[in-house]
């Protein structure tokens, strides 16, 4: 099992990125997907996730308006859109798969729901 984060890079206040999180020899279809994020001497923290019917999302509040996360099912790929990036969001970026929500209509923003993790990708947002 293998998922891959990418999109991440250096932005300006006021910015737009989008994440992609590819995975390999799993279905994300099967998976609630969550994003979450870590900022130096900080904890991982839930940013958002897809319910693996896709039906589902939730959001932290600090990202709620400005985060949108999706899945691609044909391309076995989740994205998290995010706008109207601030400084504090600059962080490590990971995508989760959560494999005890196969077929489910919800998902978790805490980590310790999450079997599967990427290797994180690095957002920087600058003032």
């Known amino acids: 099992v293998r998922l891959v984060e990418s999109g991440g890079g250096l932005v300006q206040a006021g910015g737009s990125l989008r994440l992609s999180c590819a995975a390999s020899g799993i279905t994300l279809e099967d998976y609630a997907i969550g994003w979450f994020r870590q900022a130096p001497g900080k904890e991982r923290e839930g940013v958002s996730c897809?319910?693996?019917?896709?039906?589902?999302?939730n959001y932290a509040d600090s990202v709620k308006g400005r985060f949108t996360i999706s899945r691609d099912n044909a391309k076995n790929t989740v994205y998290l859109q995010m706008n109207s990036l601030k400084p504090e969001d600059t962080a490590v970026y990971y995508c989760?798969?959560?494999?005890?929500?196969?077929?489910?209509?919800?998902?978790?923003?805490?980590?310790?729901?999450?079997?599967?993790w990427g290797q994180g990708t690095q957002v920087t947002v600058s003032s």
């Open positions: 989760a798969a959560d494999a005890k929500q196969k077929g489910g209509s919800s998902c978790q923003l805490e980590k310790r729901y999450y079997d599967y």
């Open positions: 897809i319910s693996s019917s896709g039906g589902s999302t």
